[in-house]
């Protein structure tokens, strides 16, 4: 997957950039894994995933990014997620 940065827009309306690393499919939704973009002198080995609910047709304008608030579907995506990434780190 190309590196993607998007902007997204806190609660303070403070714009903060973020980098896609995947996007899946999941009980008919599509969800974004992101992390926020940092300098990498402030880089950790303990990188914080975001993800995140394509709400709307994606293929759409209309479409936007919304929280998960259901912590049961947020646990499950984010179980696909880290399969998802331990398939690829397998294939490297």
Known sequence: M?????????ENGVEIEFEVID??????NTFFAMTECIPEEEMTD???VLIM???GDIESEE?????????ALLERAFDEFVKR????AKGE
């Open 53 to 55: 609910r394509v709400e």
């Open 2 to 10: 190309e590196s993607n940065i998007i902007l997204l827009e806190d």
């Open 85 to 88: 990434d331990e398939e690829f």
């Open 46 to 48: 303990d990188l914080e």
């Open 63 to 71: 479409a936007e990014l919304v929280p998960i608030e259901d912590e």
């Open 23 to 28: 996007v899946f499919e999941m009980e008919d």
